[in-house]
């Protein structure tokens, strides 16, 4: 049997004209039924991932879904474990050093509620669902889609690049907290944009030290967006953040090596 070809650049076009185009419903119609095409832009990687896997001829990348959807055994405990206390560590730091830059030591503490929901949807059980939703679009079959090409270090920087551009439309659409950053100001929106780049290492690193597991990016990601809600940072330390997680990132790279720069994957994602 010849093995699967992948498509990342059919994959993400499809993925940036069906979100774009309801997110741009989204702005254009400011009513309660804005919410339902935010959703629907939301999910649209998730739907393409899905119907990209089911549709194909190829019983290898079907069951590769499977397996990284409901396969227990490919989690690291200890891997997701350092991860998520990677990540604390960042907001520690980024908060501490804030201080010195005079903002208040009261962002070690939680903040009262969620910056955004989906209409009838709890702003936790929003997050949880963006989460899952952007993992199976994702790790489904977007990051494996380039990754058949090139490095993991070659694919976390397209990846991040294309994941930033992603949210650009969230940036327009009221109520959301990509709204709230470009009323401040242009220099947050951008210190977002860029932020997500090293944000991509940091998730390609979970993914592969978990064996490709879909289920542990859908444990970080949930964390990492809880964190970033549910802690008190000022925008100002957020900018301070992604110079943080640009410098750990460059450590994770550095201290694997290997997994990043290895190119025995190539063609090979999946074994047929």
């Not at 201080?99 to 997050?127: E, P, R, V, W």
């Not at 929106?189 to 390609?204: A, D, R, Y």
Request: net charge positive; charged share 15%.
């Amino acid at each position: 049997m010849n093995p699967y070809k992948y498509h990342p650049i059919r994959f993400y076009i499809t993925c940036f004209i069906a979100t774009w185009t309801f997110w741009i419903l989204a702005i254009l119609i400011k009513e309660n039924i804005s919410s339902i095409f935010m959703f629907l832009g939301l999910i649209s990687p998730a739907i393409t991932a899905l119907i990209t896997v089911l549709t194909s001829k190829s019983k290898a990348l079907k069951q590769d879904l499977k397996r990284k959807l409901i396969s227990f055994y490919r989690i690291k405990p200890l891997n997701i474990l350092i991860a998520i206390l990677t990540f604390t560590c960042i907001v520690i730091l980024s908060i501490g050093l804030s201080l010195f830059f005079g903002q208040s030591i009261d962002q070690f503490s939680f903040t009262d509620g969620f910056s955004f929901s989906i209409k009838g949807t709890s702003a936790l059980a929003t997050i949880l669902l963006a989460s899952i939703i952007e993992e199976i679009g994702w790790r489904g079959y977007g990051e494996d889609s380039i990754a058949n090409y090139c490095s993991w270090f070659h694919e976390s920087i397209l990846f991040g690049i294309i994941w930033a551009l992603w949210h650009l439309p969230l940036f327009f659409i009221e109520g959301t907290y990509h709204f709230g950053l470009r009323e401040i100001g242009i220099g947050y929106v951008l210190n977002f944009l860029i932020s997500v780049i090293p944000l991509g290492f940091l998730t390609t690193w979970v993914y592969v030290k978990n064996n490709r597991s879909m289920l542990a990016c859908i444990i970080f990601h949930l964390f990492v967006n809880t964190m970033q809600e549910k802690i008190a940072m000022t925008p100002q330390t957020k900018c301070i953040e992604t110079i943080v997680v640009i410098v750990v990132a460059i450590i994770v790279v550095v201290l694997n090596k290997n997994l990043f720069f290895e190119k025995n994957h190539i063609g090979h994602i999946l074994k047929e």
